[in-house]
Structure formats: structure tokens, C-alpha cells
């Protein structure tokens, strides 16, 4: 009876002794399984490089395309910078993003466009550009010509809404209807009442000083009620990013047009660079994203 529970003692004792170490030992191996199926899993993606769209220098975009891309959805993202820099390979503008939604089989192009003098309704002209180029060409790469969402940050999200409010003049240089936009972060949605404001000077070389030419630079003075559906995701820590994207998704109401404003806690920089990080910022633009495709 002695030595029977001698050896339940020393059992018990081996097992806390080297229990631990067998758990996170198989723990550690459960890891590198995991670690190896997701590599397995993991989509390989293709670049193509500076494509040209357009007679410009700058008319120039990537693609990154799926190998096994078949029918896939297409994002197409304009950078910002002020409308006077920035560039389609900007590590803020891709990675992230093209990492997010490439694995999801998506394909995705930036795209740079016209900088320094370029008026931005003309810069507006290279993106619809841009957007012919993919509609004619994405089939090559496995993509959807039909299946094209827009998204630009900043002075991209800018353009990109001034492409998307007004349809029409798209399909004046012959492209079809894409999906809708995805809008990061922009002042310059009422280039109107912006500019008759008190406003930074880099505005006024932007925009100018003509009413002609901020009408024409304007989302909300080109609105139209054929406007495809938008996400006006905004920053809750500037003053007017927020303020702007309600009154321009108020004004779109009024027209029966589709204006989503989506506030975040983000500075204007981390609302570029956090999106297609796995985190509720990036759950809630995919979900509308996934919502215009099922229209």
C-alpha cells in the first residue's frame, strides 16, 4: 500500500513537472501547423508594372493580379498628396490593401495621374481613363470589367468622388457603369464653399481663384442622381472631415443618391495606412464593398 502510493506521488509529481513543457511544446507544433496551412492557403500575386492608360508621363498604373484570378472583382486606388505629389507605389497607398483584398481574389491597380499644374478636373480625366484602360484590358489578367470599385485617399479621395458623382462624363470617352467608391478621408468634397471660406493657401494654387473652376472641381456642385453609392469614411480627429462628409451625404440624400459617412478615431494618414489590417476599420469598408457586388 506504501510503495502504491509512493508511485502515485512521483507521478504526480512528473506529471506537473513536465506537463507544461509537453503543452507548450504541442502548442508550439499546433503553431507551425498552422503557420505552414496558411502558406499553403496564401494566393500568389502577380505584378505588371506601369501600364500606360494615357499619352501623360504620369498616365502609368500597377496591377496586381491573383494567378488564379477568374472573373475577380477589381479595386482601383488614386493616391493622395495634395494633388501636387504622391505615387501609385507609395508603401501607404498598396500594401495593406493589395495584401488584404488580393488574398480575398480580388485584383488591384493604383494608378498614378498628371500632378503639378493639372487642374483637378482634369486629373479627375486621367483616373476615368485609368478606368477605361481596366474595363478593356482586366479580362487579360482574370479580372470583372463590371465588378470595379473606386477608392482614393485624400486629394485621390477627392478625384475619385469627382469621377463617381458624375457618371456621365465617363461614358462620354466610353466607359460602362462600375460599382460604387470608397472615399478616405477628404476635405475637399464642397470645393465651393471651401474656397469662399477662410482656407489653407496651398488651396488656392490647387483650385484656383475662379468660381468656373472650383464649380468644376467640386463633388457636390457635380453631383448627379445617377451618382454610384459611396463610403465617406472620415476622421473624427480633424475638426472638418467629418462635418464636410455629413453635409455632402445630407445634400446626396436629397437626390436619392447613396452617401454612407463612416466616422473613425484614426488620424488622416492612419485612415490610409490601417486599411486592410485585420481590424474593424477594414471589416466594415469590406462589408460595403461585398454589398456593392451583390447589387
Sequence with gaps: MIRQNLLTTIFIICFAIFSPAVAQEEAEESAERRVEQSVEQRIDVNKTSDIRYGNDPRNLLDIYHPQD?????VILMVHGGA??????????????????????????????????????????????????YIQKNIANYGGNPNDIILMGHSS?????????????????????????????DTDALDVVSLMKAPHPSFYDNVFGSKLYDWTKSSPRAQLKENAFPMLLVCSSKRRTACDTAEEFSKYARTLNVKARVMPQDL???????????????????DEFIQELLSN
Design 156 to 184: 485621390g479621395a477627392h478625384l475619385v468622388a469627382l469621377v463617381n458623382v458624375r457618371p456621365q462624363l465617363a461614358y462620354n470617352m466610353g466607359v460602362t457603369p462600375w460599382k460604387g467608391a470608397v472615399i478616405l
Design 69 to 73: 484570378a477568374k472573373n475577380a472583382p
Design 267 to 285: 488620424s488622416h494618414k492612419d485612415i490610409n495606412r490601417y486599411l486592410g489590417i485585420d481590424n474593424e476599420y477594414t471589416q466594415k469598408v
Design 83 to 132: 494633388w501636387r505629389k504622391g505615387d501609385k507605389t507609395n508603401q501607404s497607398v498598396v500594401e495593406n490593401k493589395m495584401e488584404k483584398w488580393t488574398q480575398e481574389r480580388f485584383i488591384f491597380v493604383s494608378t498614378n495621374y498628371r500632378l503639378h499644374k493639372t487642374q483637378p478636373y482634369n486629373q479627375a480625366q486621367d483616373v476615368r481613363r485609368a478606368i477605361l
